[in-house]
């Protein structure tokens, strides 16, 4: 087990006893492109994570050290300043260090080893489970208590501060997960509740198609945006308390349409009815009704296809193979698109023979090796008790 390597490394490195911090990954069951429109999402935190051993020191430091492909440590004065370091991952541990000294939070001397087992870049929320799980771990041995919210918008102005402009689902997710459950976040005002999975003999599935997101990704997405903006902008000249899309209906979408850009519209349009297609999804869910989990799976996933226009032809083919095989109840890309992978809903018991299939057909057609992980749900982030 991964936390357990991580728990003897630091005794044989710092101390005895370290505390054992998890910080899980994230799924996002449904509501894609969602939050920047003020809109609904239903994501749940899965039992691979990220893990820190982490236990006070007397040196007035605090050492951070990774478990990972590339060891690295990084040596940070309590006034912030770092030693030099070459990973990446240093950036957010500094942005965040520096952050709570900004806010007068009483940093204490502390040593910290990390790894875990969620595989990076596969959209799984590993920056917001390091952050999030790092500022908690932070918490338990400066004892002074930061609400889960806190810990949330400290987590997102740190990635923020380096370069990662995102929301707040991913955080709340990593944060607020718990097992058995989805987690829907209304982000106009990030109230949340959770939501039961009553799907037993199931297996939610991720499959990487090892596409990896271009580089024009950044500039896709923001012109994305701007259809969104355009049409917010145009129905508030017809109608009042419209702050976003979130506001907007498919019938004030008509009353606009002969004046607005016709790809303004089709955009607008896909992120309405993926929020109903998240409130389809809770009521699926909840009465445990597997079919109907995936069609409305396959039904988001088709919406970005050809509506906001943000999947592939390999994830495409994904989706469509997956539909054609037995125990496969539904799939979908997950997450911002352009590559990346689909989340899929299975049958348990006929699990290893579709997944198999599906991945052999996906090699004869693109000659790439696909990828698959089982997801369980499991808690936020938490304190071992090892």
């Excluded at 069609?295 to 989706?319: C, N, R």
């Excluded at 496969?328 to 997450?335: A, H, I, K």
């Excluded at 348990?348 to 057609?365: F, G, P, V």
Aim: hydrophobic content about 40%; proline content about 3%.
């Amino acid at each position: 087990m991964v936390h357990t390597e991580i728990k003897n490394y630091f005794i044989a490195q710092y101390a005895p006893n370290p505390l054992m911090v998890k910080a899980p990954g994230r799924i996002n069951l449904i509501g894609e492109h969602t939050d920047y429109n003020e809109g609904l999402v239903l994501p749940a935190s899965i039992e691979k994570g990220i893990y820190f051993a982490v236990a006070p020191n007397d040196l007035n430091l605090v050492q951070i050290e990774t478990f990972l492909t590339q060891p690295e440590k990084i040596v940070f004065k309590l006034d912030g300043s770092p030693s030099q370091f070459k990973s990446f991952w240093g950036n957010y541990f500094k942005a965040i260090i520096e952050i709570l000294l900004s806010k007068g939070y009483p940093l204490k001397g502390m040593d910290c080893v990390f790894g875990g087992d969620i595989p990076i870049g596969s959209g799984l929320s590993s920056s917001a489970a390091l952050c999030c799980g790092f500022i908690y771990a932070i918490t338990q041995i400066s004892e002074k208590e930061l609400t889960r919210e806190e810990i949330a918008l400290i987590a997102q102005k740190a990635e923020h501060q380096i370069g990662l402009n995102c929301g707040l689902m991913d955080q709340y997710a990593v944060l607020f997960g718990k097992k058995g459950n989805a987690f829907l976040l209304d982000c106009k005002d990030l109230s949340h509740k959770y939501i039961p999975i009553n799907l037993t003999g199931y297996s939610w599935v991720l499959i990487n198609s090892n596409i990896k997101h271009n580089l024009a990704v950044d500039s896709e997405y923001n012109k994305r945006r701007i259809s969104c903006e355009n049409i917010v902008r145009q129905v508030q000249q017809l109608k009042t308390g419209v702050t976003s899309l979130r506001d907007i209906t498919l019938e004030d979408l008509s009353t606009i349409s002969n004046a607005t850009n016709s790809t303004d519209i089709m955009r607008a349009g896909y992120v309405i009815e993926e929020n109903q297609r998240v409130r389809d999804m809770i009521k699926a869910l909840t009465i445990g009704d597997a079919k109907l989990v995936g069609s409305i799976l396959k039904k988001g996933h088709w919406a970005m296809s050809t509506q906001y226009e943000i999947t592939t032809p390999e994830l495409d083919f994904l989706v469509t193979t997956g539909d054609q095989l037995e125990g496969v109840m539904g799939s979908r890309m997950m997450g911002g698109g352009f590559g990346g992978c689909t989340i899929n809903l299975v049958q348990t018991a006929k699990l290893a023979k579709s997944i198999a299939a599906l991945l052999q057909a996906y090699k004869e057609k693109t000659n790439i090796d696909a990828e698959y992980y089982h997801l369980a749900i499991d808690d936020g982030v938490n304190v071992l008790r090892t």
